[in-house]
């Protein structure tokens, strides 16, 4: 990323209706991952002159508590909704969890899930960091997570969604393969770095939970029938003559909050409308990004 420049040239402008079709496995329409954020909040983290990382003064029982309902009870209802419905996570992981809750991550490795990294803590963002630092945090996401579960992780969201203009380059120097922290298209798309290869895989603001009950104040009920809206919009134009092909759906979720008793029932029939529809892909972020791969080379 270039500082100072008005259009940082990320990536190159295709309009939607201009593009080759990209076509998933077995003529599915659209590729549907849910990225579960397994995360660790710390009760009275470090101050970060940018941001603050509790709404609250330090320490802040209640938010840290609140996150923590995640770890002890949310993860597990969670996964097993998507369990039994045939949904794979691709982990959005505060790495830091290997440590302090490993039996969460190792739930995930069990079930099959893919790993990336969400920085260390989420409650420390990169705002400010050096390039020593940035690195810093790299190796020890990829070295961490690859003694916590054999995986070699390919993919970023940057810790709290905090960045500086070097980060994209860092991941792809690194031999990251995908990037989830830009919102910008509902297709993979090339990266421009400077030492690196690396695609944009679509994660999502809008369908994520947070922004759902945080942000938009939605029900159990409406956050359903939002995402349902989402997968149904997004498989239809997946089968329009002449469009862009074959679509992504990420579902980005936080157990404290969609693992709640009153919100899961809501969720389960999601993941059982999309199931039963026939559209759709459902698979890993890393999936999508091979499949993706194989038809731009």
């Known amino acids: 990323m270039r500082e100072g420049a008005a259009d940082p040239g990320l990536y190159d402008f295709i309009p939607y209706r201009d593009r080759k079709p990209i076509v998933w496995p077995d003529g599915k329409k659209v590729a549907v991952w849910v990225s579960p954020n397994l995360e660790y909040y710390e009760i009275d983290p470090p101050a970060n002159p940018h941001r603050k990382s509790w709404a609250k003064p330090h320490p802040d029982v209640v938010g840290y508590s609140h996150r923590d309902h995640a770890n002890r009870v949310g993860h597990w209802r969670m996964a097993e909704a998507m369990s039994k419905h045939g949904f794979p996570g691709s982990v959005s992981l505060s790495v830091a969890l290997c440590q302090h809750h490993p039996e969460v991550v190792a739930d995930g490795a069990a079930r099959g899930w893919e790993f990336f990294s969400h920085g260390i803590y989420n409650t420390r963002y990169s705002y400010g960091m050096d390039e020593h630092q940035e690195r810093a945090i790299i190796e020890d996401s990829i070295r961490t997570v690859r003694e916590a579960t054999g995986q070699t992780i390919r993919g970023w969201l940057a810790p709290a969604l905090t960045h500086t ?49 945080f942000i938009y104040n939605m029900s159990p009920r409406e956050y359903a029938k939002t995402l349902i809206r989402q997968y149904e919009r997004l498989a239809d134009e997946a089968e329009t003559t002449g469009g862009a092909g074959g679509t992504v759906m990420c579902i980005p979720l936080h157990s404290y909050l969609i693992g709640q008793p009153h919100r899961i029932g809501a969720f389960e029939e999601v993941l059982r409308h999309i199931a039963a529809d026939g559209r759709a892909w459902i698979t890993r972020a890393g999936d999508i990004a091979d499949a993706y791969r194989r038809q731009i080379a």
Not at 166 to 193: F, N, S, W
Not at 201 to 207: G, T
């Open 165 to 213: 203009p070097r980060t994209l380059d860092l991941i792809a120097e690194y031999g990251l393969d995908y990037t989830c922290d830009l919102y910008h298209d509902d297709q993979p798309m090339p990266v421009k770095t400077a030492t690196g290869d690396l695609i944009s895989m679509p994660y999502s603001l809008e369908v994520n939970d947070h922004y759902g009950f």
